[in-house]
């Protein structure tokens, strides 16, 4: 027999005829220790879980894989469905960003190269200076 034993408050659940659980809870913890906030989530008590949550970040990823694992087929696919599209949107972003930071640099390549240009330095050594090659020096 497999038992478990919480804090304080004595009762008694039968889960089956293989299993019996015992939960010792306390009248009204504040879920201040780790224990009390675990204790919490297996009592699934939804009033202290927010508590819980807010001291211990572990609870909030618990309760979120519990919740994934108690989806059934056709919400787990509109779950990974969705996680999906924000993997993506992430991707998007983070590549539109790092394409417009290697646009930008190109364009400030370009105006330096116009403003050597003007100076009179030679194209070879404006190609050195600023990476951009012999072509793109002509067409300015």
Do not use: C
């Not at 204790?39 to 819980?52: C, N, S, T, V």
């Not at 807010?54 to 787990?76: F, Q, R, T, Y």
């Amino acid at each position: 027999m497999l038992s478990i034993y919480l804090i304080l408050k004595f009762t008694k659940e039968i889960v089956a005829d293989d299993l019996e659980m015992h939960f010792i809870i306390k009248k009204n913890p504040e879920a201040k220790t780790k224990l009390e906030q675990w204790l919490w989530l297996l009592a699934e008590r939804e009033d202290k879980l927010e508590m819980a949550k807010k001291e211990n970040k572990s609870i909030e990823k618990a309760m979120k894989i519990i919740e994934e694992i108690s989806l059934d087929e056709k919400e787990w696919e509109l779950y990974r469905s969705r996680q999906m599209a924000i993997m993506d949107y992430n991707v998007g972003i983070s590549t539109s960003r790092e394409e417009g930071k290697a646009e930008g640099k190109k364009e400030k390549q370009v105006e330096i190269a116009k403003k050597l240009l003007e100076l009179g330095i030679h194209p070879d050594d404006i190609e050195k200076a600023t990476g951009l090659t012999k072509e793109e020096i002509k067409k300015l």
